[in-house]
Nanobody
Framework: QVQLVESGGGLVQPGGSLRLSCAAS????????MGWYRQLPGKQRELVAQ???????NYTDSVKGRFTISRDNAKNTVYLQMNSLKPEDTAVYYC??????????????WGQGTQVTVSS
């Protein structure tokens, strides 16, 4: 009974910015890691960025210097600040969380996805 809900997607012009949010709710004891993935048109889902519970981050090369992932552990929320957006960033963005349940077992959960479109 864990749910991840993304928000913040939309249509922006090249060079613009968006901030995605993903809030996890339910029977959560903790979240070890959270991440953002995206699925470009005609391609497989790929990792964009991830962040551990301690704040260590990792980014795919194509977004380094432009995107910033962060999290608020108290709110079980992960963010993705996207700057200098390019048309090639157009994709459905999904958040992922490695959730520690009340049973102390970990499970991966996915959000429903939010569309990001970068176009003039």
């Amino acid at each position: 009974q864990v749910q991840l809900v993304e928000s913040g997607g939309g249509l922006v012009q090249p060079g613009g910015s968006l901030r995605l949010s993903c809030a996890a709710s339910g029977r959560i004891s903790g979240i070890r890691a959270m991440g953002w993935y995206r699925q470009l048109p005609g391609k497989q889902r790929e990792l964009v960025a991830q962040i551990t519970s301690g704040g260590t981050t990792n980014y795919t090369d194509s977004v380094k210097g432009r995107f910033t992932i962060s999290r608020d552990n108290a709110k079980n929320t992960v963010y993705l600040q996207m700057n200098s957006l390019k048309p090639e960033d157009t994709a459905v963005y999904y958040c992922n969380a490695d959730v520690r349940r009340w049973s102390d077992r970990y499970f991966y959960y996915w959000g429903q996805g939010t569309q990001v479109t970068v176009s003039s």
